[in-house]
């Protein structure tokens, strides 16, 4: 049985900023080889996918697709030919993998200031659906529910646990990368007055060598 230990646990210290939480992050996580198992194509669609917020969707399209197959699964009728709960309960086991690929990757970008907002913020919105598709499994057993229900149980801990550490991700990467905007647009209007002065100053001293050149008469030397 896979289990992790959460990395998400809220930080409630004064002044709990970028450190506190990136030890937050860092300090639970599983190796990064989970043994999640995946096609060629999903392989290819996460080896393709580098960007950080392009990576973190491909994670929960991954884990989306287990939970869509699990629930299709579970009201199938019982064949004894077949070790449904078996299978379902590696679906689970596949679900908590691709979810501690995806802590590992976050706190990878993270810890190299990858700007994962826009990844965040999916996990954000389809991470708590998925959440509540696993209670309602939960909640509705099925015939094979005996035999799944600890990776289920760690199933809702883990998704509970990367939402937690999400939205403490997701607050400070604003905070700290709107700061950043805000300074590069700073530059860029300080930059900007920069040149306007220059070339005020310059159009002020052409006008000033005209004016000089205007009153001269032709001939004269500065020495007369």
Request: proline share 3%.
């Amino acid at each position: 049985m896979m289990r992790t230990e959460g990395f998400g646990r809220r930080c409630l210290a004064p002044g709990c900023g970028f450190l506190a939480l990136l030890l937050i992050f860092s300090a639970r996580l599983a190796p990064a080889q989970t043994g999640a198992s995946l096609s060629d194509d999903e392989a290819d669609k996460l080896r393709d996918a580098q960007e950080p917020s392009e990576r973190i969707g491909v994670y929960l399209a991954l884990m989306q697709a287990r939970l869509d197959r699990f629930e299709d699964f579970r009201h199938r009728a019982v064949n004894a030919k077949y070790d449904n709960a078996g299978y379902l309960d590696d679906l689970l086991k596949d679900y908590i993998a691709l979810d501690v690929e995806l802590k590992n990757w976050i706190d990878y970008q993270y810890q190299h200031q990858g700007d994962m907002r826009g990844g965040l913020q999916k996990l954000l919105e389809r991470g708590p659906q998925q959440l509540l598709a696993l209670r309602h499994v939960q909640e509705a057993p099925d015939p094979y529910a005996s035999r799944y229900a600890d990776t289920l149980h760690d199933a809702i801990d883990q998704i509970s646990d990367t939402l937690d550490g999400a939205t403490q991700a997701f607050a400070e990467q604003k905070k700290r990368l709107g700061e950043l905007k805000r300074e590069e647009k700073a530059d860029i209007a300080a930059a900007k007055e920069r040149v306007k002065e220059e070339k005020k100053r310059t159009k002020e001293e052409k006008k000033v060598r005209k004016k000089e050149g205007k009153g001269r008469i032709p001939g004269e030397s500065d020495e007369d």
